[in-house]
C-alpha cells in the first residue's frame, strides 16, 4: 500500500525551477532566420528530402482513393481486370511511400546531424574564446547544458519536426481535398468534431506544458544532487552522511521527479482517448449517416469505405501538429539559448592589426594599470578596482616574488600580463610592446604558467607533460620531468610514462600533479614562467626537491612567484608587496626587513593570510 508520504507534495528550491521559468517561447522570425543559416549549407538536401517527403504524402493520400475505385469499379461490377489493376497500383502507391519516407528520414538525419556538428565545432571555438570573466559569472554545468542539452533538443526537431510539419499540413490538405472531392455532406459531418478537437488540444497544450515544465525542472534538481554528491563524495564518506543523503535524495529529490512525472503521464493519459473518443463518434456519424445514404444508393459503398479510412488518417496530422508546435516552442528557447552564448562578446581578442610578438628577452612593465572586473548587473563607475595604478619595472632574467594577503590583487597582476584581462586603464608591455598590440598565441606561447590546482587532462602522463609542446620527443619529456623531480614517481607507476592518469588526474596525489604540471611548464622553454602558489599543494619534502629543480631552471628566465611560504620568497631578485590592489613596498627581503614596514609584520607572523 503507498505510503501517507509518498503523496505529501515536494517543493524545489527556487533556483531549480528559475531556469526553467521560460523554458517554452514563441515562434520568433529572428531566432529562426538565424537557425536557418546553419541548415543554408545542406539546402540541396532538404530540397531533395522535400520532394520525397512531397511524394510520400500524396501515396498517403492515394490510398484510400484506391480502396474506392477497388470496391465501385471492381467488386460491384465484377470487373476482375480493374480489380487486380487496382490492388496493383494500390500495392506500387504503398511502395514508393515506403521508399520515400525512406530517402525523407535519411536526407534529413544527415542534415540534423551536420547542423549540429556544425553547431558545437562553433559553440567550442567560441567557448575556447571567451575570456575568464566570462567563466566566473556561467557555470560549467550551464555551458554543457547549452552545448548538449539544448543542441540536442535542435537536433531532434531540424530531423524530425520540421518537415514533419510540412508533411501533416500537406496530407491534411490533400485529404480535406479528396474527402470533399467525393462528397460534400459527409464531408462537413466530419469536421463537426473539430471545434470539440481544438479545444480538448487547447487545454491539454496548457497543462501539458505546465507539467512538462515541472518534469524538466525535477531532473535538474535530481543531476544538481547527484552530481554534488558525487563531487564531494569524500566529504560525504568522511562524515558518514551516506544514508542521510540517501534518504534525502530518495525521499525527496527523487519522489518530487517520480510526482512531476506521474502528474505529466495522467494529463497524456486523459487527452489521447478523447482525441481517439472524438474521432470514434466521427466515424460512427459518418459511418451511419454513409450507411443510410448506401442503402438509398445516394453514395456508393466505396465512398463510405474510402470515407471511413480517410478519417483514421485525418485526426493523425492534426494530432501530431499541436505536438510539432510545442516541440517548435522549445526549439525556439534552445536556440535563443545557444545563440545567446556564441553572441557572447569575447572581452579579450587581438586588434585587427595585432602584431606577433618576436621572440622576447623577459623585460616587463606595468604603467599606470588599474583594473576592475566586468559585471553585468553593476554599473562599471561604481565598481571597486582589483589594482589601482601599478607601476612597476621588471629587468629581464630576475625572479619576482609577490606577497600580500589574500585578495590584494597578485593573481590579478599575472592574469594581467598573461593577457587573461585587459587592464581598465594603462598598460602592461613586454619588452617594450604593449600587450594590447600583439596576437594573445605569440605572447602565450613564449609564457608558461603553474597554478596552485593543478589541472590534467584525460591521458597519459607523457601526453600531459607536452601538452604545450606537441613536438617535443621522449628524451626532453624526461629530462623535464627529471628537472623537477618528477622522474622518479613516473617510472614506478604501473605503466612508467604512457599510464593514464584520467580526467583532472584523480589517480595522483596533489602533489604528483604539481609536479608534472612544472614538467609541462618547463617543457615549453618559456621566457616568462609564473607560478601562482604552486607550491602550496606539495610536502616539505616534495618543496625541496622542486625548489632545488627552480633554483637551477628559473635562471635567465623572467619568473613571477606567488607564494605565503618563506622558503619560495626569500631567493626572490625581487619582492613586491601588493595590499588594497596597490604596490606599498619592493625590495629585497633583507631591504625589506630593514624598512620594518608591512612585509615584515608579514615575516613576523609566517606569511599568514
Not at 179 to 208: D, G, H, K, Q, W
Not at 534 to 554: C, F, G, H, N, P
Request: net charge neutral; charged share 20%.
Amino acid at each position: 500500500m503507498m505510503k501517507k508520504e509518498f503523496m505529501k507534495t515536494i517543493t524545489p528550491p527556487a533556483y531549480v525551477t528559475q531556469s526553467e521559468e521560460q523554458y517554452d517561447k514563441a515562434f520568433d522570425p529572428r531566432i529562426a532566420r538565424r537557425l536557418v543559416d546553419f541548415i543554408r549549407p545542406y539546402n540541396w538536401r532538404v530540397i531533395i528530402a522535400l520532394i520525397f517527403m512531397g511524394g510520400a504524402s500524396a501515396a498517403s493520400v492515394a490510398g484510400p482513393y484506391f480502396v474506392k475505385v477497388a470496391l465501385d469499379d471492381g467488386l460491384a461490377v465484377k470487373n476482375l481486370a480493374v480489380l487486380n489493376q487496382t490492388v496493383l497500383a494500390f500495392v506500387v502507391v504503398s511502395m514508393i511511400q515506403w521508399v520515400c519516407t525512406y530517402f525523407r528520414v535519411k536526407h534529413m538525419a544527415i542534415v540534423g546531424q551536420s547542423v549540429i556538428y556544425d553547431l558545437r565545432k562553433a559553440l567550442f571555438a567560441h567557448l575556447q574564446q571567451l575570456s575568464l570573466n566570462f567563466y566566473s559569472h556561467y557555470s560549467v554545468g550551464r555551458v554543457i547544458t547549452r552545448v548538449i542539452n539544448d543542441v540536442e533538443i535542435l537536433r531532434d526537431f531540424l530531423t524530425w519536426g520540421m518537415l514533419a510539419i510540412v508533411r501533416d499540413v500537406f496530407v491534411l490538405i490533400g485529404i480535406i481535398i479528396a474527402m470533399l472531392s467525393m462528397n460534400l455532406r459527409l464531408s462537413l459531418i466530419t469536421f463537426t468534431v473539430l471545434p470539440f478537437m481544438a479545444l480538448a488540444t487547447y487545454i491539454f497544450r496548457r497543462e501539458a506544458r505546465r507539467s512538462y515544465r515541472k518534469v524538466r525542472a525535477a531532473i535538474s534538481w535530481v543531476n544538481s544532487v547527484l552530481a554534488e554528491n558525487i563531487n564531494g563524495v569524500r566529504v560525504v564518506q568522511a562524515f558518514s552522511r551516506q544514508q542521510t543523503n540517501y534518504e534525502h535524495f530518495s525521499d525527496t529529490t527523487n519522489r518530487y521527479h517520480l510526482q512531476m512525472s506521474l502528474s505529466a503521464a495522467k494529463v497524456s493519459s486523459l487527452y489521447y482517448p478523447v482525441v481517439d473518443v472524438l474521432g470514434a463518434i466521427a466515424t460512427a456519424l459518418v459511418v451511419w449517416l454513409g450507411g443510410t445514404a448506401v442503402l438509398g444508393e445516394q453514395i456508393t459503398a466505396g465512398v463510405l469505405v474510402a470515407f471511413v479510412l480517410y478519417i483514421d488518417r485525418f485526426f493523425e496530422p492534426i494530432r501530431d501538429l499541436f505536438r510539432r508546435i510545442d516541440a517548435l516552442q522549445t526549439t525556439m528557447a534552445g536556440g535563443e539559448r545557444i545563440l545567446g552564448l556564441l553572441d557572447t562578446p569575447i572581452e579579450v581578442q587581438d586588434t585587427p592589426d595585432a602584431v606577433i610578438l618576436p621572440p622576447i628577452k623577459g623585460n616587463v612593465s606595468f604603467d599606470g594599470v588599474s583594473f576592475h572586473y566586468s559585471d553585468d548587473q553593476s554599473d562599471p563607475e561604481e565598481a571597486t578596482p582589483v589594482l589601482s595604478q601599478i607601476n612597476l619595472s621588471i629587468p629581464e632574467g630576475i625572479t619576482v616574488a609577490l606577497v600580500g594577503e589574500t585578495g590584494a590583487g597578485k593573481t590579478t597582476l599575472v592574469k594581467l600580463l598573461s593577457r587573461f584581462h585587459d587592464p581598465t586603464e594603462g598598460a602592461v608591455r613586454v619588452d617594450g610592446f604593449n600587450l594590447r598590440d600583439v596576437t594573445q598565441t605569440s605572447l602565450r606561447s613564449q609564457m608558461g604558467i603553474v597554478l596552485q590546482d593543478p589541472f590534467l587532462f584525460n591521458g597519459t602522463v607523457n601526453e600531459n607533460i607536452k601538452f604545450g609542446r606537441l613536438d617535443a620527443s621522449d628524451d626532453q619529456i624526461i629530462s623535464a620531468a627529471q628537472a623537477v623531480g618528477a622522474h622518479d614517481f613516473i617510472i614506478n607507476l604501473k605503466n612508467g610514462y604512457d599510464t593514464t592518469v584520467e580526467e583532472g588526474g584523480v589517480l595522483l596525489s596533489v602533489g604528483q600533479r604539481q609536479l608534472i604540471s612544472f614538467a609541462r611548464a618547463l617543457l615549453a622553454d618559456p621566457r616568462i614562467l609564473i607560478l601562482d602558489e604552486a607550491t602550496s599543494s606539495v610536502d616539505t619534502q616534495t618543496e625541496q626537491v622542486i625548489q632545488k629543480a627552480l633554483a637551477r631552471l628559473l635562471k635567465g628566465r623572467t619568473s613571477f612567484v606567488i607564494a605565503h611560504r618563506l622558503s619560495t620568497i626569500v631567493n626572490a631578485d625581487l619582492i613586491v608587496v601588493v595590499h588594497g590592489g596597490m604596490i606599498i613596498e619592493q625590495g629585497t627581503h633583507a631591504e625589506l626587513l630593514d624598512k620594518k614596514g608591512y612585509y615584515f609584520e608579514l615575516y613576523r607572523t609566517g606569511f599568514r593570510d
